[in-house]
């Protein structure tokens, strides 16, 4: 995929701005809080219609301001143009057509009914200093990693998230209703409610087993890739090891009925503990991926480069996956992080996005022409075949600068 333009309406610190990409690599540099950030986390946004740096939409708006629009046009590997638009509208307070909070998505000027019309229509991996989350923080982080990617490349999926986290809900009010009720342990379920509660089981079950599946199937192919990876970063050194740990009980070998049974078993069992915490226990809300260098847990005994190369090597399985499922070449988004890899690590990362178009943000615009412009255009020092342009950002205001770094 190459994206072409790129527009920001009310967008975090711009007004009003156009960028016309070039096809290879884009180079947004600038001091600190100018605003390069935002360019890329906008081309993001159009990717799943969320930030990967905030949850919240009204974050995303200019000081203010009530919204906020962006769109990027871009072309497939079919040579056809498309574009997605996302326009957000803030809640008014007075305001009687604006008193709640409204999102409006469009695919090519159309309006999506369903944000999950939206999942596989454009493609783009971020790095951001954001993703050591990845390794920092619980298992939540990990299960998004994990959603996205799978959402892009199987839309489906996201609708059995949404319908999975309806039923929860259902189910998870059933249990504090039941609780309040005085039942659990001491006192044992009536025909009636036993009745009740199965039926959400069973809806839970299968909604559940339709995502541990694919679960299961990306987990595996993400851990043999961020595994390869890993090797040729460390010069064969070190070992990342990627473990999907869902319900308990759970194997590679069963198939989705199996696992409808088992999940639907593992609720009924679990029912009286599930009433006294007012929570369902178990189930894909609380899966996790397991990281570990050659045996030893990610984070509490890894350093901060080697965590830096399991993200870099989570990242660049998401990127092979994305080319080899959808059959596009996605978006490569590098916010501020070329300063923070070591050379050895910047070269890994370089010879597995050759063919991606390229956004990349800079303090130092002579690091990034020299390791992704220069290195490629030949010991006699002959400028790169590979496209490339220079924008100054400033103060929320993007200008695109003729320069030759060569000199």
Request: aromatic share 6%; with cysteine.
């Amino acid at each position: 995929m190459i994206v072409t333009h790129i527009n920001l309406n009310q967008f975090r610190n711009y007004k009003e701005q156009e960028i016309a990409a070039s096809p290879g690599i884009n180079v947004f540099f600038g001091d600190n809080a100018q605003g390069k950030t935002n360019i890329l986390e906008a081309v993001y946004l159009c990717t799943c219609a969320r930030s990967h740096r905030t949850a919240k939409d009204s974050d995303l708006i200019l000081r203010q301001t009530d919204h906020y629009a962006i769109k990027v046009d871009f072309k497939s590997c079919n040579g056809s143009s498309e574009s997605v638009e996302i326009q957000y509208l803030d809640a008014v307070a007075g305001d009687e057509q604006r008193n709640r909070a409204i999102r409006h998505i469009y695919h090519n000027n159309m309006r999506l009914e369903r944000i999950s019309d939206l999942m596989g229509l454009f493609h783009a991996v971020i790095f951001a200093p954001e993703d050591l989350m990845l390794v920092k923080e619980g298992p939540a982080t990990r299960r998004r990693y994990l959603d996205l990617l799978i959402s892009q490349v199987r839309p489906s999926y996201f609708l059995h998230l949404q319908q999975f986290a309806r039923i929860l809900a259902q189910r998870n009010k059933l249990l504090k209703d039941l609780r309040e009720q005085g039942f659990g342990r001491q006192k044992p379920l009536d025909e009636a409610r036993k009745i009740q509660l199965d039926v959400w089981n069973d809806t839970l079950a299968k909604e559940g087993a339709a995502i541990i599946t694919q679960r299961m199937c990306y987990s595996e192919r993400i851990a043999q890739i961020a595994m390869d990876a890993q090797v040729s970063i460390s010069s064969g050194k070190e070992q990342l090891y990627v473990k999907y740990r869902s319900i308990t009980g759970l194997s590679p070998d069963k198939d989705e009925n199996e696992i409808v049974s088992l999940y639907a078993s593992k609720l009924k069992s679990m029912v009286c503990e599930d009433i006294e915490k007012g929570v369902t226990g178990q189930g894909p809300h609380r899966d996790d991926l397991d990281l570990s260098l050659d045996g030893s847990g990610l984070k509490p005994f890894a350093s901060q480069g080697q965590q830096r190369s399991a993200v870099l090597a989570l990242k660049l399985a998401e990127l092979v996956i994305l080319k080899q499922d959808t059959g596009e070449t996605p978006v490569f988004l590098l916010d501020d992080v070329m300063s923070e890899l070591d050379e050895k690590r910047r070269t890994s990362l370089l010879q597995n996005i050759d063919d991606a178009q390229v956004f990349v943000t800079c303090t130092d615009a002579r690091q990034v022409y020299d390791e992704m412009i220069q290195k490629k255009a030949g010991d006699e020092g002959s400028k790169s075949e590979r496209p490339y342009a220079f924008f100054k950002v400033e103060n929320g205001q993007v200008s695109r600068q003729e320069i030759d770094l060569q000199a």
